[in-house]
Nanobody
């Protein structure tokens, strides 16, 4: 049974950092695009970043230069390093798997989702 489990969220002050992890079970991530998405209260889920099987990456404009996505296929894990966080980064962060390896950060391209991890940026 395919399962994605996120971890690493929490409460952090503005300017702080967090590293999110997405661990997969029941499937090997090597051949798929993995995306990170977030949803703030009252807002739609939005794509933050994604990494394809060929290590091509995409980032939402507002996180470029602050967030870095990476994958460790040996650990079947994808990471999202988030630096210089601000209040607009607050939300529930989800990882998801695109079985078609589109390399895009559109929620509709992803068939499998984790349960999410809360990130709160506040002083």
């Amino acid at each position: 049974q395919l399962q994605l489990v996120e971890s690493g969220g929490g409460l952090v002050q503005p300017g702080g950092s967090l590293r999110l992890s997405c661990v997969a079970s029941g499937i090997t991530l090597d051949d798929y695009t993995i995306g990170w998405f977030r949803q703030a209260p009252g807002k739609e889920r939005e794509g933050v970043s994604c990494i394809s099987s060929t290590y091509s990456t995409l980032y939402k404009d507002s996180v470029k230069g602050r967030f870095t996505i990476s994958r460790d296929n040996a650990k079947n894990t994808v990471y999202l390093q988030m630096n210089n966080l601000n209040a607009e980064d607050t939300g529930i962060y989800y990882c998801a798997l695109d079985p078609r390896d589109s390399g895009l950060a559109r929620p509709g391209s992803y068939d499998y989702w984790g349960q999410g991890t809360q990130v709160t940026v506040s002083s």
